[in-house]
């Protein structure tokens, strides 16, 4: 509903839902092995590609916790807003991208959307002409990490609006 007087209009937003639980105190060790395994899957890749990685693919997940972390995140770290804006329409704004970034964005939807079959030969060839093994196996992942963080932001509805850049999950 909103209200409106000469000067103003005022919004009244539907309540923040609450979170299911606090998991990351509940099960601790599991978090902090999270917290781990996303330290090492970051390793040797550019903070501008992981970022826009796990920007995307919590846009195909419908994490709006992660959405709101990564994007808050990347622009912290110097990211343009259009970019992450198109983001959600990346095949039809391929200008906006390398072709580096186009075939990370490319095998994070084939990684991160598996119902559709197996990640297709050519979305891998075509990131391995891009990546070197090391560099890729990084790059999976990364993929594979922010998709477990998904889950469990999903899940346990983690809320968006609170994090604030340099602060770990």
Same mark, same amino acid.
């Given at each position: *509903?909103?209200?409106?007087?000469?000067?103003?209009?005022?919004? /009244?937003?539907?309540?923040?839902?609450?979170?299911? *639980?606090?998991?990351?105190?509940?099960?601790?060790? %599991?978090? $902090?092995? *999270?917290?781990?395994?996303?330290?090492?899957? /970051?390793?040797?890749?550019?903070?501008?590609?992981? !970022?826009?990685? $796990?920007? =995307?693919? #919590?846009?195909?997940?419908?994490?709006?916790?992660? +959405?709101? *972390?990564?994007?808050?995140?990347?622009?912290?770290?110097?990211? #343009?807003?259009?970019? +992450? %804006?198109?983001?959600?329409?990346?095949?039809?704004?391929?200008?906006?991208?390398?072709?580096? !970034?186009?075939?990370?964005?490319?095998?994070?939807?084939? %990684?991160?959307?598996?119902?559709?079959?197996?990640?297709?030969?050519? %979305?891998?060839?075509?990131?391995?002409?891009?990546?070197?093994?090391? !560099?890729?196996?990084?790059?999976? #992942?990364?993929?594979?990490? +922010?998709?477990?963080?998904?889950?469990?932001?999903?899940?346990? =509805?983690?809320?968006?609006?609170?994090? !604030?850049?340099? /602060?770990?999950?």
């Amino acid at each position: *509903m909103t209200t409106t007087n000469d000067t103003a209009t005022t919004a /009244r937003y539907v309540p923040e839902q609450p979170a299911r *639980m606090q998991w990351a105190q509940l099960a601790p060790e %599991v978090y $902090k092995a *999270m917290v781990r395994l996303d330290t090492a899957a /970051r390793q040797g890749l550019d903070r501008t590609l992981y !970022e826009l990685v $796990k920007i =995307r693919a #919590s846009q195909i997940n419908h994490c709006a916790f992660c +959405i709101d *972390m990564h994007s808050k995140d990347a622009l912290a770290g110097g990211e #343009s807003v259009e970019r +992450i %804006v198109q983001l959600g329409a990346w095949d039809e704004s391929r200008h906006f991208y390398t072709e580096k !970034e186009l075939a990370a964005l490319e095998l994070t939807e084939a %990684v991160t959307v598996l119902t559709d079959g197996f990640v297709p030969d050519e %979305v891998y060839e075509k990131a391995a002409k891009h990546f070197d093994e090391a !560099e890729l196996a990084q790059l999976i #992942s990364a993929i594979a990490v +922010i998709n477990a963080w998904n889950r469990f932001g999903v899940t346990f =509805r983690m809320a968006p609006g609170h994090h !604030e850049p340099g /602060r770990h999950k």
